[in-house]
């Protein structure tokens, strides 16, 4: 590496030493505001103990979320006091990062309040439970270390403790969508094969010699056989309907977790420009790539793939170039933390695809790994026509701007490791992936909406070829669609089978994909709207910091800077930021 590209590198000693001087700072300077804080993450990571170790905390470890009556009891009452505390604060001077915590986390507590009481959550959502179970586990047993003795130790635990909890949903659920039994069910089946055969194998190719290890993998086993069958014939013969949250809830998460000053209407708006631009550049460009349409144009993606020698491979190199030219374009200090391209592990193979194991995973802040890890999927197969179907899957287009940018590299791996080293204590953890979704809300938007703006980036500075430069295109085509799909099916105009159709027919999603899209959708309302508003967010803060600074602007100053804030809402940035610029002095801390 020459000297300018090792400048521009980030230094994590530096900006580890000045994240501890700044929370000391806003500690002397805030202290009832701080220890207010301090109490909100007791409570939050006491009541959401899986969540916790994939955050870092171990002390959790052992312990699965209390969704009984009387859990969750406790944890309203808590939101409730935290609440009142908060109102009775004395005014304080706080900085940046404590005034955005401050509204970041009121807000967290009030959109509780809402879900823990909604069918979304513990009522109709039986894949809240089997998520929480299995997840719990593998967060323990899934990194390479997990051999040590205190691991095994709290994933006996949490095994024993998938008892109770699957008891407590048994006892809850009466009644839920059919989309979401049936994404309960598909988790049941995996857990089977995952606490079964796949654990038996982790335990001989880790050398674990731990009998209560397997004791506890049975009892649990036996639990999902047993909540499986009662999905089967209770829960799964009289489907309720209520897919959508309501256009309040909905305005509520938009408001307390986005920060968006806009309605669901507005945003919907916006989505369907984006939608109609993307579909009249896709028909417009497809004979430019030598296509009859768009849906032709991007089955040539699978052409160019690597051979069965060069897979493994190909992750590595793809994003050793990515990163050489985001340094020769300055796009952004790149911080010296190395990712691993590695198979998946064998033990977690068979039950992966039913389950939320994402290739990348937030690496967790509060126990931070040397390096983060990208499984690789695995392409082996005995029929050669299996295997072509499978290199074909993963194509050279699919490694570049799936795996390597917006995930892996200069996407989500450097975020997450601004993220870090944050000074607002939310945006250190906010989209750290947990058991089904982010740590909370409000660091989405930031989080996915950098990751699709910046393979944007890298197609506007030469990097990628003109076939994966048009499938950008699409990418933008599917992003506007599942906003639309967020706002629709959650105000109600749209069933579950609207949005798989509305996937299928104008997104060109395969019918199995769309319905798993449509799916996740239902069960998360106000996520899939947050890679679109957090992408336009990002691009239109970027031409209004441009615009303000005139020749001085620079593109990875304002990136650093992005990024630097941690995984809060993009709309938050952008009003520190452009209040920043438009100020001559030093911004003065401000009470709440």
């Given at each position: 590496m020459g000297r300018s590209a090792a400048r521009r590198v980030a230094s994590e000693p530096r900006a580890e030493s000045a994240a501890r001087r700044e929370v000391e700072r806003e500690a002397?300077?805030?202290p009832a505001f701080s220890a207010w804080l301090d109490a909100f993450f007791v409570s939050y990571f006491r009541h959401r103990p899986v969540n916790a170790t994939f955050v870092g905390l171990r002390e959790h470890d052992g312990r699965l979320p209390d969704f009984s009556d009387g859990g969750v009891g406790d944890a309203l009452a808590d939101a409730d006091t935290l609440l009142g505390r908060l109102r009775a604060l004395p005014p304080e001077p706080l900085t940046q990062a404590q005034r955005l915590d401050r509204r970041l986390a009121e807000g967290f507590l009030r959109i509780q309040r809402w879900e823990?009481?909604?069918p979304h959550f513990r009522w109709e959502n039986p894949s809240l439970y089997t998520g929480e179970a299995i997840f719990g586990v593998l967060g323990l047993l899934v990194p390479s270390d997990a051999r040590d003795g205190e691991r095994v130790e709290h994933a006996v635990a949490r095994l024993r403790a998938t008892l109770r909890l699957l008891a407590d949903a048994?006892?809850?659920?009466?009644?839920?969508?059919?989309?979401?039994?049936?994404?309960?069910?598909r988790e049941c089946a995996a857990a089977l094969l995952l606490f079964g055969d796949g654990l038996d194998r982790l335990i001989a190719e880790r050398g674990i010699a731990r009998p209560e290890l397997r004791a506890a993998a049975d009892l649990a086993m036996r639990a999902f056989a047993r909540f499986d069958a009662y999905l089967a014939a209770e829960v799964a013969p009289r489907p309720s309907d209520r897919y959508a949250c309501g256009p309040e809830a909905y305005a509520l998460l938009l408001r307390e977790g986005h920060a968006l000053g806009e309605t669901a209407a507005q945003l919907e708006a916006r989505a369907l420009d984006h939608m109609a631009e993307a579909e009249a550049s896709l028909a417009a460009g497809a004979g430019a790539v030598g296509a009859p349409d768009w849906h032709a144009a991007l089955a040539q993606l699978a052409d160019a793939h690597p051979t069965i020698e060069q897979f493994s491979g190909r992750f590595v190199e793809v994003w050793a170039a990515a990163r050489t030219i985001a340094e020769a374009h300055d796009l952004l200090t790149i911080p010296d933390w190395p990712v691993r391209f590695e198979q998946q592990p064998a033990w977690v193979r068979p039950a992966a695809p039913s389950l939320y194991f994402i290739p990348y995973r937030s690496p967790a802040p509060f126990d931070r790994p040397p390096h983060g890890t990208s499984y690789i999927p695995s392409i082996e197969a005995s029929d050669p026509a299996e295997q072509e179907r499978r290199l074909r899957a993963v194509?050279?287009?699919v490694i570049k701007q799936n795996y390597v940018v917006h995930h892996a590299g200069i996407g989500h791996h450097a975020q997450n490791w601004y993220a870090m080293r944050a000074a607002s204590r939310i945006g250190q953890v906010a989209a750290v992936d947990c058991a089904s979704r982010i740590a909370m809300l409000c660091g989405g938007t930031l989080a996915e909406g950098w990751a699709s703006y910046v393979t944007d980036l890298m197609d506007e500075v030469g990097y990628l070829t003109p076939l994966e430069s048009y499938a950008q295109r699409y990418a933008r085509l599917r992003m506007s669609a599942r906003t639309v799909v967020d706002v629709r099916l959650h105000d109600g105009r749209f069933s579950l089978e609207d949005a798989t159709d509305f996937y299928r027919d104008r997104v060109g999603m395969a019918p199995a994909a769309a319905r798993a899209e449509a799916?996740?959708?239902?069960?998360?309302?106000?996520?899939?709207?947050?890679?679109?508003?957090?992408?336009?967010?990002?691009?239109?803060?970027?031409?209004?910091v441009k615009a303000s600074e005139g020749s001085a602007f620079s593109l990875r100053r304002f990136h650093d800077r992005l990024l630097a804030f941690g995984s809060v809402p993009v709309s938050l940035i952008a009003a520190e930021m452009l209040d920043d610029a438009a100020s001559t002095e030093t911004p003065a801390t401000a009470t709440h």
């Open positions: 002397d300077a805030a823990y009481d909604s048994q006892a809850t659920v009466g009644q839920a969508p059919a989309g979401w039994t049936e994404r309960a069910r194509n050279d287009q799916v996740k959708n239902a069960l998360f309302p106000a996520t899939a709207c947050m890679y679109l508003a957090g992408w336009d967010g990002i691009r239109r803060l970027g031409r209004a």
